[in-house]
């Protein structure tokens, strides 16, 4: 009975209110922050083009295993490139023809003592590089181009090592990788706050440290009749904070919007889809190092007459992440005043129904 009654309520309210249906479209941010937008599809050829232009985005952009693969395949190219080198220097200098490096024939000049063939080539290449220390190879002052070739070989593979060196840094440190420790809550709620009716999320903190400056803004996406995607920014605020950032983020932070006549929320004619994305912004004390996290809610992932329930203990730095996620059980929270918002997009009649006096379920 309850699933029937359920597909036709569905059913009803696809039809009445299109934001509550659940239309084929893809959502622009995971519930774990990672943007799904997709531009238009190029072709191959100005694919790589883009790559190589940006080239630093598309290194860090890179899974770790394609990064560790680049590394070693990069220095290998590079000594192989000027293993040839040497080695070509070598035969046209004439080097491999002498049969003693320690007695070359009168008005010989060698370029690199002890280069005989390709093998001794790669090996001094591999040396000069990683400036592991010349022993029985090495390059001849009197050879102008074994030095020209000596520099540009230095030169060229200091730039690969910055490079490289500023890459890995730079994928260790990013805001993303570092916010694995914050948790949104899997759904909003819409409950009432001191007699007025709030859309409300909530955050935890995993990490050993406490944040500070935390700051959350949300942005409501909404695709309208015209197929266009318009931007609608929407405020969010925890206690009487208003709009200021909170200063500490040690327990779980529930931040709220106020559904009033002004909402966004209560001013979207002509929506067929419609996504909240959230974005958190907090820095560390001790470093200064940003944090970066974001996540989306759909329509069917906002839970109407239901409030999270009170933190009755502050997060302990051992709390594990299942243990973390009880901050984000929900309660009933029945909706007694009346709903006076025009235009409401997101809400239509709705009823309690409890079944053997357990749990809730909406009827629309």
Known sequence: LSITMTSTTSDQKAASCPLMAKPPH??????????????????SRETWFGALRDMWGTWLTLRWRWVVL???????????????????LARVNGDLDVPDHDSPPAGHVLCVKHVTGFTAAFSFALETQLTIGYGTMYPNADCPTAIALLALQM???????????????????????????ILFSPQAVVCEV????????????LLPRPLVDVCVSAVLYEERDDHELHQTAMEFSVDNLGSRPCPLFLSPLTFYHPLTPSS???NAPNIKHLELVVFLNASQESTGSGYHKRTSYLPDEIQYGSCFTKVTSRQGKGRSKAESMLYFDMQPCPLTLPNTHTGDALEKEHEVVQLNGEGSDRVE
């Not at 680049?70 to 070509?88: I, K, P, T």
């Not at 490289?164 to 916010?179: E, L, N």
């Open 70 to 88: 680049a590394f070693c395949g990069s220095f290998l190219l590079h000594w192989l490139l000027f293993a040839v080198l040497w080695y070509l």
């Open 155 to 181: 030169l060229l593979g200091l730039m690969l090592e910055a490079f490289i060196t500023g890459a890995f840094v730079a994928k260790f440190s990013r805001p993303q990788k570092r916010c694995g420790g």
């Open 264 to 266: 966004p929320l209560n």
């Open 26 to 43: 893809q959502r622009l941010v995971s519930k774990d922050g990672r943007s799904l937008m997709q531009g238009n599809a190029p072709g």
């Open 194 to 205: 001191r007699g007025q009716r709030c859309l409300m999320f909530r955050v935890c903190n």
